[in-house]
Each structure stands twice: as C-alpha cells, then as structure tokens.
C-alpha cells in the first residue's frame, strides 16, 4: 500500500495543516486504511463506552502517493472485562487524485486475555469483519494478537495483524502488518513517544514521532483522549510523509 525524506518547507505547514483538519472533519485510503495507523491496546475497562474518530493523510511529490488518505468514525462499549465490540459506522478512502468516498463499514472486538501486570507483558486479540460498500471489493478478515507492556512511565505496544479476503472467489493469500508504539508519560495530557508500522506485502516501512494524552472532563466521569503523529518513508515504497490524527470521547 505503501513509501522519506525530504524536509518539508516551512511555507507548507499551513496547507498541511488545513489538509488534517478537513480529514477529522469529514473523513477521507487506497489499499490502506485508517486503521494501519493506529497500535491497539488490549486493555479493556469494563462499562465504558468510546467514539472515535481517527484517519491519516499522506504528503509525497510522488502522484502515485500525494494525498492518499483515509478515515473511520466508531462507536464502541465494553460490556465485559474481557470483551469490547466496535462498529465503524463510516469508513472514508481517498485515493491520489480523486475525491473521497464513502468505502464501507467494519465490525471490530478486542479481546483482554490477562489483567495488566499479571504476566511480564499483557495480551490481548484483535478480530474483526470489514464489509465493503464498493463494488469488486471482497468481505475482509483482520485478526492478531495483542501486546503491551508498561514500565513506570515507559508504555510499549506491538500489534500483529493478518488480514484475509473472505467470500466466493476470495483470494487465499494472508497480508500481514506489523506495528510498535513507545511513549513516555511527562504526563497524562502530554505522552510523546514514537511508532513504527511494517507493510511487507507492500514493501512499506515508516516511523516518526507521536504524541499522545488525555484530559479528564470535569465534573463527569468521561475523558478525551488526543494523538497526533508524522510518520517518514524509510524505503522508496512508503509515503514520503503521512499525517496521524486522533480523537476519542470516554465515558461511563
């Protein structure tokens, strides 16, 4: 799906920024989608309920990867310890060159397999169904396991995700993706850190810095959680810059 370097002119911050902007607004991937962006946790708080909106776009003087973008909108409640289903109600993709679409829907569930700090690392599992509105599209399988390790103030993630057309004449190859995040809470509104993603099926590799965080709303029992990235192409086959934006409502 993915491809670094090149320094960005500072003259280009405003239009990067007004770019990011409109995709948390209204959404906008060609074969990547907003979720190769994002390093699940398998933590599970039971009882609570999520909206999320998250997504991605790409800056690169390559046609074949400026402006590639995508973004998903969800809703979520734990109803257990262990589980918590998802639904993205509205999956947008936008390929380089084109204007953005409505691509499908996705059903979702984490699965928290041991309490935080049972074991030297926690795990968890990821399953969902991705039902594709666009025509010539395949019902799709992602599924993988879960890890996450917390050490004082250090907090590391690894996700490791296959994923599988489903379906008459559906293929019987397995794409797989990797991705790591590390942060270091300065505090709880303010975690930097760093997150590296892996496409091997596309040859892809990036990494850049991360910030992420969350404020507790006063006087409820709800938090608004943040994360803003950059991720550099590190080899010819990923974007040469990709925007991360996210934002999540909590509550009981």
């Known amino acids: 799906m993915f491809h670094a370097t090149n320094p960005m002119p500072s003259r280009a911050w405003p239009r990067r920024a007004h770019a990011l902007c409109a995709l948390l607004a209204i959404g906008a991937s060609t074969a990547a989608q907003a979720d190769d962006f994002i390093v699940y946790s398998p933590h599970i708080n039971q009882g609570q309920s999520e909206i999320e909106l998250r997504g991605f776009y790409t800056s690169d003087g390559r046609p074949a990867f400026d402006g590639l973008a995508a973004s998903e909108l969800s809703f979520s409640h734990a109803f257990t310890g262990w589980w918590k289903p998802e639904i993205y109600v509205a999956e947008y993709a936008k390929n380089p060159g084109e204007s953005e679409g409505l691509k499908g829907n996705e059903f979702e569930n984490t699965f928290q397999f041991t309490q935080p700090g049972q074991y030297w690392v926690d795990v968890g599992f990821l399953a969902s169904l991705e039902l594709p509105i666009t025509k010539g599209e395949k019902d799709r399988l992602e599924f993988g396991p879960l890890f996450e390790k917390t050490d004082g103030r250090f907090d ?24 790591y995040s590390g942060t270091y809470a300065l505090s709880a509104a303010f975690q930097p850190g760093i997150e590296f993603y892996g496409r091997p099926d596309d040859h892809a590799y990036q990494i850049g810095p991360v910030v992420r965080g969350e404020w507790h709303v006063p006087g409820t029992t709800s938090n608004l959680e943040y994360r803003i990235g950059l991720l ?6 990923a974007p040469r810059r990709t925007w991360l934006a996210q934002i999540e409502y909590e509550f009981l």
């Open 232 to 237: 550099q192409g590190i080899n010819d086959d």
């Open 156 to 179: 590391h993630r690894l996700n490791l995700i296959w994923e599988k057309e489903i379906g008459a004449g559906a293929s019987r190859h397995y794409e797989f993706r990797y991705s």
